[in-house]
């Protein structure tokens, strides 16, 4: 069975600086994707970014970017020039390349605080 | 972002009492889920659907039923509600792009 594994509960942050969020899975799978989801105190949970597995280039999305390992199975998240906007629970969150009807396994989490 | 609503939003009950959470999607998209978010644990799968009246078991299924009879709405039972089931519901929907779009969520207390 697949596992994700955030291993920072908390983490902080002063504004504007650039914080990375950790994140280790574990499959047998060659194929497969993950993803960042932020949840706000609004508990929205809200895409932040995606990685296919097959691509080598780390995805990126204005100032959200990954850092994929796929050998060393670590896919962390690092948000520059972070704002107050930022602070919320980060998911990391892994799915199987099964066409259409694979579910998400999710990390416990690691919850985010912009220090102003 | 997506047209996805649950309903209630928020709901306490008393233990052993049926409780039905919907969720509506405005998106025609083929797969809809059903997950509890409990802390601690992130997100887990309860149940989904990949078709009309096409349902499986997710992961902590036990004490939960669904039923999907058209493709914008997917229902969550709880035949008799235990404390346990106090909880945080999401749904999502998701077609071929593989991402997968959250409702709101339901807070729900069984006390």
């Known amino acids: 069975a697949q596992t994700v594994t955030q291993s920072q509960p908390e983490m902080s942050v002063q504004e504007a600086e650039t914080v990375t969020l950790s994140c280790t899975y574990d499959?047998?799978?060659?194929?497969?994707?993950l993803f960042w989801y932020k949840q706000p105190p609004s508990r929205q949970m809200i895409l932040v970014i995606r990685?296919?597995?097959?691509?080598?280039q780390n995805a990126t999305e204005n100032r959200f970017s990954v850092n994929f390992q796929k050998a060393a199975k670590s896919f962390s998240l690092k948000i520059s020039d972070s704002q107050l906007g930022d602070a919320a629970m980060y998911f990391c969150?892994?799915?199987?390349?099964?066409?259409?009807?694979?579910?998400?396994?999710f990390g416990t989490g690691t919850r985010l605080t912009i220090i102003p | 972002d997506a047209g996805i609503t649950q309903s209630p939003r928020h709901k306490v009950t008393e233990t052993g009492t049926p409780v039905t959470l919907r969720c509506h999607q405005t998106?025609?998209?083929?797969?809809m889920y059903w997950y509890r978010q409990d802390p601690g644990h992130g997100l887990r799968l309860i149940h989904y659907?990949?078709?009309?009246?096409?349902?499986d078991k997710g992961e902590v299924s036990d004490g939960y039923s669904v039923s999907r009879s058209k493709t914008e709405d997917f229902l969550l039972t709880l035949e008799s509600a235990t404390s346990s089931q106090t909880s945080v519901y999401f749904c999502?929907?998701?077609?071929?792009?593989?991402?997968?779009?959250f409702g709101p969520g339901t807070r729900l207390t069984v006390t």
């Open positions: 969150a892994y799915r199987r390349d099964n066409f259409g009807n694979e579910k998400l396994t």
């Open positions: 659907s990949y078709g009309v009246k096409d349902t």
């Open positions: 990685q296919e597995a097959y691509k080598q």
């Open positions: 499959t047998s799978e060659s194929d497969y994707y």
């Open positions: 999502a929907i998701s077609e071929y792009t593989y991402e997968q779009y």
């Open positions: 998106e025609n998209h083929r797969y």
